[in-house]
């Protein structure tokens, strides 16, 4: 099985190894470097351009899986028009872990984000 991986950065070997053992994914699909690009970096302010994705959603289908998290509205968008492909589609949930220093009239947080399981879309 395929997964298409639509988010701003590389799966982690944590998410490889969940899709792996999880959902028997065999081959992790990533967008061109221009379609991340894209995706990274979607224009803001109320316009919604649905051909700035529409290629990519075209290339899924069942019974492969994605893996889809960005911008609000086009993920929905991208999302919305893969459930109704009978495509199933994922989000990666994280640990949160911060550590805050006060030195002196300083505070510096560090954030970790790490991988703790996809969980899946679903309708009502």
Request: with cysteine; hydrophobic share 35%.
């Amino acid at each position: 099985m395929k997964c298409y991986w639509l988010m701003n950065h590389d799966f982690t070997n944590d998410q490889r190894k969940e899709l792996e053992s999880r959902f028997s994914v065999d081959q992790i699909l990533q967008p061109s470097a221009d379609f991340k690009s894209i995706w990274s970096s979607l224009p803001p302010g109320e316009e919604f351009y649905p051909e700035l994705v529409d290629s990519w959603i075209d290339l899924i289908n069942c019974p492969d899986i994605a893996v889809v998290q960005g911008d609000s509205t086009y993920s929905f968008y991208v999302v919305d028009a893969l459930l109704k492909k009978g495509v199933r589609v994922f989000a990666s949930t994280t640990e949160r872990i911060a550590e805050e220093n006060v030195l002196g009239c300083e505070t510096r947080i560090y954030r970790i984000f790490r991988h703790k399981a996809f969980r899946e879309y679903r309708r009502r």
